[in-house]
């Protein structure tokens, strides 16, 4: 979704007995096939673009599975968090949230990859409908999890500013690497290293989410990461 109208231009000729336009094809009618449901009519509505409206549904972490394996990380991040005290949801929020836009960047696992990079929108458009949506959407179920703990607005609000944080780097990562799965794994270890020097400084897991002086910080990482992705999303001139 991500590269650019040269990449896809620059990529090599296939085997002599394979027709390639006729996998392009069926590329095309499968993403393109199936009517838009009430969703993707409102989407394409707000967005003033039913192909951004398909692009953003056919997103990998907004499809059935993946919110499903959202939801019961969030429920058991809950239920967790009921029985110890602990806010535990506000520690899975960000790497869930983060491996979620990772996979908002697509080669490899999108189904509308290609279609995206030839569409009359850029890519860099592309990418953020589908990040922001990827990033409320998480957003609303740590929410809700966290109210259902009984956890305090304080704290339930405090790890959305991490989130943001993983998130851009899960993205940039992504973008940079041209991999949803580096976006993901850069996430992830950033995360569990944050939380783990949690501990070994203030001797608690939780210090990542409560600490105020952090904010800034975290707000500062993302604000760079987010640079990173905008540079790495950029179409070089002349191939726009």
């Not at 697509?106 to 569409?119: R, V």
């Not at 860099?124 to 259902?148: D, H, I, P």
Request: aromatic content about 8%.
């Amino acid at each position: 979704m991500v590269g650019s109208h040269e990449d896809v231009r620059e990529q090599p000729p296939g085997p002599g007995d394979v027709d390639l336009g006729r996998v392009w094809l069926r590329i095309a009618a499968d993403v393109w096939r199936r009517e838009p449901g009430w969703l993707e009519r409102l989407a394409g509505r707000l967005l003033r673009s039913p192909g951004l409206a398909r692009a953003l549904l056919t997103t990998p972490s907004l499809l059935l599975p993946w919110l499903i394996a959202s939801v019961v990380v969030f429920g058991a991040g809950a239920g967790a968090a009921a029985g110890t005290g602990q806010p535990l949801v506000a520690l899975l929020a960000p790497v869930v949230a983060g491996a979620g836009i990772a996979y908002a960047y697509g080669p490899g696992t999108d189904p509308a990859w290609e279609l995206s990079c030839s569409m009359a929108v850029s890519d860099r458009m592309v990418l953020l409908v589908r990040a922001l949506a990827v990033f409320a959407l998480n957003a609303a179920l740590g929410l809700a999890a966290s109210a259902a703990t009984g956890a305090a607005v304080a704290v339930t609000f405090s790890w959305l500013v991490p989130m943001t944080a993983v998130c851009a780097l899960a993205l940039a990562a992504a973008t940079v690497a041209g991999s949803a799965n580096v976006g993901v794994a850069a996430g992830l270890a950033a995360w569990l290293i944050t939380v783990l020097s949690g501990e070994v400084v203030a001797g608690r897991f939780t210090v990542v989410v409560t600490e105020s002086s952090l904010v800034l910080p975290y707000l500062g990482f993302a604000a760079v990461c987010g640079a990173i992705a905008w540079y790495a999303t950029r179409i070089p001139r002349g191939t726009a």
